[in-house]
């Protein structure tokens, strides 16, 4: 505990919030009501805190397969109340500032619309965001979360640098990852690439560092807050889990060091243009071999872009741009304005 709230206290100096990760929907094998529930089977105060099929045998519901791990039982409301108040605890204790709740699909909706009134009740900006990897609507109609990870998002993104989709379908699956919530539900989306259940994104996109740049180029002009996995600023590597979970590179080669520069970059333009944020419009201007998009607001205009082909293609900055002297040429593959 102390640890904690030093940690928390140290971030927040530098104006850094921090998160916990709540898995509400199964428990551990050495959870005290777990272990009342297998030594004293029907007879335990707690059995309808899970999922228990029979008792003899002694049979109930996991998580993936995993003995190791029993679902919990939501719904019940004494099981509710003990995890919402896990999660208040947390917060009074530690002023921690958000909660990312595990598996959120699985569990009983329901208990979502209590556990936001209550966390809302101790903090009120206290960030609530939910594990869901497909349509969430459901979940972001204001009464139980404020955003969820976007894998969606990611997903047309990727399959878009690594020449899985063209222009036209990434063009399609991004007007629907956007249009399918409200814009004020879109522009707080937790937007990623990649994350502790995926292969690390170079290793998805084979290696090839061009492609990786390119998608986080296209994440950080998106709708919504960019979240980067740890490393992948510096195109860390990993296959699935648990390779992607290797030690963070503390001591970068020459090669890492550039990638940073050029991921600096992009933040840099993010934090430079509101344009590139929220209140702004998106613009396909070209969907051919040459990809052109146009972020713009009131007061200022981006425009990307994108050769999606393997030989050089001719662009004509003035046909788009009004003022091209501003232009600059960002990498190989996309010039941002």
């Known amino acids: 505990e102390a640890d904690l709230i030093e940690l928390v206290n140290r971030a927040h100096q530098l104006n850094i919030r921090v998160m916990l990760d709540a898995v509400f929907n199964h428990s551990g094998a050495d959870f005290p009501q777990w272990d009342d529930v297998k030594k004293h089977k029907e007879l335990s105060e707690y059995k309808e805190w899970f999922h228990i099929k029979n008792y003899d045998p002694f049979t109930y519901e996991t998580f993936s397969f995993e003995k190791n791990m029993p679902k919990l039982n939501l719904s019940n409301e004494t099981a509710k109340q003990y995890f919402i108040d896990v999660a208040k605890y947390w917060i009074k204790k530690a002023d921690i500032d958000g909660w990312r709740l595990d598996v959120a699909n699985e569990i009983d909706p ?28 459901q979940w972001l109609r204001g009464d139980r979360f404020d955003a969820v990870m976007n894998y969606p998002l990611g997903r047309s993104i990727i399959d878009f640098t690594s020449g899985k989709i063209n222009t036209s379908q990434f063009r399609f699956r991004m007007d629907k990852a956007f249009a399918h919530y409200p814009s004020k539900v879109s522009e ?17 996109l084979n290696n090839d560092i061009r492609s990786v740049e390119l998608a986080f180029a296209l994440l950080f002009i998106s709708f919504g807050s960019v979240c980067i996995y740890y490393g992948s600023e510096l195109a860390m590597e990993g296959e699935f889990d648990p390779d992607c979970r290797r030690c963070m590179i503390w001591d970068p080669n020459k090669e890492e060091l550039s990638f940073l520069k050029r991921f600096k970059r992009l933040i840099d333009l993010r934090n430079q243009y509101a344009c590139l944020r929220n209140d702004s419009q998106w613009e396909w201007i070209e969907t051919t071999d040459l990809l052109v998009i146009k972020r713009s607001n009131n007061d200022q205009a981006v425009w990307m872009f994108i050769n999606t082909t393997d030989h050089p293609l001719p662009i004509n900055i003035e046909k788009y741009v009004p003022d091209p002297k501003d232009a600059f040429s960002n990498r190989p593959h996309a010039t941002v304005v």
């Open 188 to 204: 707080v989306q937790f937007n990623l690439l990649d994350s502790h259940d995926t292969a690390r994104l170079r290793n998805i």
């Open 110 to 137: 329901s208990f979502f619309n209590d556990f936001r009134k209550e966390i809302k009740s101790v903090k009120d900006d206290c960030y609530i965001l939910g594990e869901v990897w497909h349509d969430s609507m």
